[in-house]
């Protein structure tokens, strides 16, 4: 049984005069997963995102929430909603504690101690919760911010480029606290960013605008995997014998070489050429394993690499 999305965008349309931002995008966002929103700058990501919330008209199109409209039905949409638009911004004279009590006290529907205190576990600030803002590194602003998105249990968390400005371990926070609440709160979290190695970690659907135009969407793990050539080691010996052998027809393909391994780029067809190749000119083939691409290759790939 199929699913219900959380988040549908249909035919979405934006122009600003005569010029398209947004041409015709349609996707969905399920429960329990994470939905990566990736494009090169200006593709309209941050355009997208002002839309699903309620921040800019829609001119074409329809988004819809929990099947709310956003145009038609704003209140009921935007109430499944939690989100953090570049970094959240907070009272940094009160404790994390105070400021959730704070931001609670806005919600529609009575947010209780129980559900203050169950947030801020699941975003792991229970030992610093109660000390000042002003304190916290940006990774427990953060977290802080996340906990403040979710006080209203929403259904969608919408988060624009949660990692600015964090160091490597700050992100990889962030990332596993993205994944846990996705998956422990069965939310649906849709994500901007342009940390593409990030990205393939933490997300489980990705999507791609390029110029306002969806122009993919598709699992982590069959986006990685469709990159129309491969990234493969042939394990051999001995290894100059290898290169030379290798050298006039296959020099563009070969990436990289150690003692005993050469490293190409090669489509699927190549790969049982090159080991003929090999074997008839005496070099002893011991292994041919096909390296993982990364969602950055086919992130280049597919949007002709140099934007």
Same mark, same amino acid.
């Given at each position: 049984m199929e699913k219900t999305p959380v988040a549908e965008l249909i035919n979405v349309k934006k122009r600003i005069g005569k010029t398209t931002i947004i041409d015709d995008i349609s996707l969905k966002v399920y429960p329990?997963? @994470?939905?990566?929103?990736?494009?090169?700058?200006g593709a309209g990501k941050t355009t997208t995102?002002? $839309?699903m919330v309620g921040l800019m008209d829609i001119t074409e199109g329809e988004i819809l929430i929990h099947n709310n409209s956003v145009e038609k039905n704003f209140e009921k949409a935007i109430a499944h909603i939690?989100?953090?638009?570049?970094?959240?911004? $907070? /009272? =940094?004279?009160?404790?994390? /504690? %105070?400021?959730? +009590?704070?931001?609670?006290? $806005?919600?529609?529907?009575? +947010? #209780? =101690?129980?559900r203050i205190l169950e947030v801020v576990k699941l975003v792991g600030l229970e030992k610093n919760i109660k000390n000042k803002v002003g304190s916290y590194s940006l990774g427990m602003r953060q977290r802080l911010g996340l906990a403040q998105a979710l006080l209203h249990s929403p259904s969608l968390l919408i988060l624009d480029e949660p990692t600015n400005g964090l160091d490597p371990a700050g992100i990889r926070e962030i990332r596993n606290y993205i994944r846990k609440i996705a998956h422990?709160?069965?939310?649906?979290?849709? +994500?901007?960013?342009?940390?593409?190695?990030?990205?393939q970690r933490m997300c489980d659907q990705i999507g791609i605008i390029q110029n306002g135009k969806l122009i993919?969407?598709?699992?982590?793990?069959?986006?990685?995997?469709?990159?129309?050539? =491969?990234? @493969?080691?042939?394990?051999?010996?001995?290894?100059?014998?290898? +290169?030379?052998?290798?050298?006039?027809?296959? %020099?563009?393909?070969? #990436?990289?070489?150690? %003692? %005993?391994?050469?490293? $190409?780029?090669?489509?699927?067809?190549?790969?049982a050429e090159i080991n003929k190749l090999l074997v008839l000119n005496d070099v002893d083939v011991y292994s041919i394993v096909t390296l993982q691409s990364t969602l950055e290759e086919k992130f280049l790939e597919i949007t002709g690499g140099g934007q």
């Open positions: 329990g997963e @994470v939905f990566g929103f990736l494009g090169p700058n995102i002002r $839309m939690g989100g953090i638009i570049e970094n959240p911004e $907070m /009272y =940094k004279f009160l404790s994390g /504690y %105070d400021n959730l +009590v704070h931001y609670a006290r $806005m919600a529609p529907e009575k +947010v #209780t =101690k129980e422990e709160e069965n939310l649906a979290v849709f +994500v901007s960013s342009h940390l593409l190695a990030e990205m993919s969407v598709e699992s982590v793990g069959d986006f990685v995997g469709s990159c129309s050539k =491969k990234n @493969v080691r042939f394990q051999v010996s001995p290894i100059s014998e290898a +290169v030379k052998v290798l050298g006039a027809p296959y %020099d563009s393909l070969i #990436t990289g070489q150690g %003692d %005993d391994y050469i490293d $190409m780029t090669v489509s699927h067809e190549h790969i």
